[in-house]
């Protein structure tokens, strides 16, 4: 559960949606599932990211809300979703269908935004079944399929072998993240923001990030250590556009173009100039029209009735 609360005003102060459910997934892991807009309006599911909740999409929520049923969940561990001692790419999967399987209903297609994390949660299930038969077309932002850990730049040393052992641990530190003070928030920014990131956008990141258990953050640091869904990326057979923040000190620009060279239906790149990891956040209006911009090409009748 979170320990500290979100913002409470302006665009990242997370709306009040219009249902909450509970879906048990596959090990009988609960997620806490939110639902937004109207209810036969076209449907866009919110992945979010390691250490984050659906608080995270916020301004995306606000935005669509209005013409979209949005649909977001706290990955196991995260947010109201309690923590379960598994934790692995095929758990991330098996979550991902169940609330698809749970909000979606029979021949129904949405477009699939993930971040981070999320994005690798689309790339686990990319050959599911619930997946294939639900996704329309998805985004992925500031992601990447493997040597997540070798690739970072939050460490600024010379690529090789100490860069990785040391990015390791201090991503996968232990070490209670504490209050959201002032040097909190300078150290979050520089990790994982662009410099010209407004401080409204950094306390926001990091209350959310702040409110994550320790034991969460580092049970998921260990399978992103040794996350390879490198197959994930060659099985996601729906379009699918990238975006990357040429700044992402996690996710460098590098993970990006591998995905885009390696999608069977890539539909578009966009590396944002000096933007860090937090793309939702900090780009919120273009990661928000990327959404739109896909319902409309990808997905954009209204839902099938059950059986209909």
């Not at 559960?1 to 609960?30: F, I, N, Q, W």
């Not at 010209?196 to 990141?205: F, I, L, Q, Y």
């Not at 994550?212 to 729906?238: A, F, I, K, M, N």
Request: hydrophobic share 45%.
């Amino acid at each position: 559960m979170s320990r500290l609360p979100h913002v409470t005003a302006g665009p990242y102060a997370p709306p009040v949606p219009a249902r909450e459910l509970k879906v048990t997934s596959a090990d009988g892991a609960p997620l806490h599932v939110e639902v937004h807009g109207p209810d036969h309006a076209p449907a866009v599911v919110l992945v979010h990211g390691w250490t984050c909740s659906t608080a995270f999409w916020a301004a995306q929520i606000r935005a669509l809300a209005a013409d979209h049923r949005v649909i977001a969940y706290d990955q196991r561990g995260h947010g109201r979703s309690p923590a379960s001692p598994l934790c692995s790419t095929q758990a991330l999967a098996d979550d991902l269908e169940a609330v698809l399987a749970a909000t979606l209903v029979t021949g129904e297609r949405a477009v699939i935004a993930g971040h981070s994390m999320g994005g690798m949660t689309v790339l686990a299930a990319a050959g599911r079944e619930h997946f294939r038969a639900h996704a329309a077309a998805v985004l992925l932002c500031s992601t990447g399929s493997s040597r997540l850990v070798a690739e970072s730049t939050v460490l600024p040393m010379r690529a090789g072998r100490l860069r990785t052992w040391l990015t390791g641990h201090v991503l996968g530190s232990r070490a209670p993240l504490g209050p959201v003070t002032a040097p909190a928030r300078r150290i979050l920014k520089y990790a994982t923001m662009g410099a010209g990131s407004a401080p409204h956008m950094v306390e926001a990141c990091a209350r959310i990030v702040h409110a994550c258990p320790r034991t969460v953050r580092h049970s998921w640091s260990r399978v992103l250590d040794l996350l390879d869904l490198d197959h994930g990326v060659r099985e996601l057979q729906v379009p699918a556009e990238v975006v990357v923040g040429t700044g992402d000190r996690l996710t460098p620009p590098v993970h990006a173009r591998a995905l885009v060279a390696a999608l069977p239906r890539c539909v578009g790149l966009t590396e944002l100039p000096g933007l860090g990891h937090m793309t939702p956040v900090e780009a919120p209006e273009l990661i928000t029209g990327r959404i739109r911009e896909l319902v409309t090409t990808y997905a954009p009748g209204e839902p099938v009735k059950e059986g209909a």
